[in-house]
């Protein structure tokens, strides 16, 4: 008789991924990832192999099911310095209120934790950086096409280092930064790439 599985893999995979989200894989023990997900070890990894393939496998849904979405939509907005205003105000917005606040980004924390180096997480977070960092170069370069940034800015630097403010306002917001102080922060980088910056400082 094959074997029968009498839950639902996605929605274990839901309740691991918030575990791993929240207290990051290396301090998530095993036996925490039972609890979580309401699973036998037997049946958790006759699913999903062991406690790294299944840290992988949430990864991955956290990419599809909450970065992905966001890089699409700063892709195709259009507005330029708008879009990327408005994709810094909802992230600081999920960051600092509501369900998951005080968690961070999932992938953002899993560049410190313990597993980081693995081959394959060391390739989805690079994979995730250069996705981050396309979109933000798109959402630019509708920028200067509209005349909206600076002269002399580099569209290429300048998606790199709103990648990295990105990982900033994670970081803080994990470790308690109040949402105005980020979004002032935001506003100001924001202010140095823009036309009217440069305007006022000639």
């Avoid at 070890?41 to 006759?46: D, K």
């Avoid at 002399?152 to 994990?174: Q, T």
Wanted: net charge negative; hydrophobic share 40%; charged share 25%.
């Amino acid at each position: 008789m094959p074997d029968i599985k009498h839950f639902d893999p996605d929605n274990a995979l839901e309740r691991a991924e918030r575990l791993f989200w929240q207290h990051g894989a290396a301090k998530a023990s095993i036996q925490a990832v039972t609890v979580a997900t309401g699973l036998n070890r037997s049946s958790l990894y006759a699913t999903f192999g062991g406690k790294r393939e299944l840290y992988l496998a949430t990864l991955r849904r956290y990419v599809h099911h909450r970065a992905r979405p966001a890089q699409r939509w700063l892709t195709e907005d259009g507005r330029g310095l708008p879009a990327i205003r408005e994709f810094f105000s909802a992230l600081i917005t999920a960051r600092c209120s509501g369900e998951h606040a005080g968690w961070g980004c999932m992938l953002v924390n899993a560049h410190t934790d313990a597993d980081h180096t693995d081959p394959e997480i060391r390739t989805l977070l690079d994979e995730h950086h250069r996705q981050l960092r396309d979109a933000m170069h798109d959402a630019l370069q509708n920028a200067r096409e509209q005349g909206q940034l600076a002269p002399g800015v580099s569209v290429e630097a300048a998606a790199e280092g709103l990648v990295l403010l990105a990982y900033g306002v994670n970081v803080r917001s994990r470790n308690g930064a109040d949402a105005d102080s980020l979004l002032s922060t935001v506003t100001a980088t924001l202010g140095l790439l823009g036309a009217q910056h440069a305007a006022e400082r000639d």
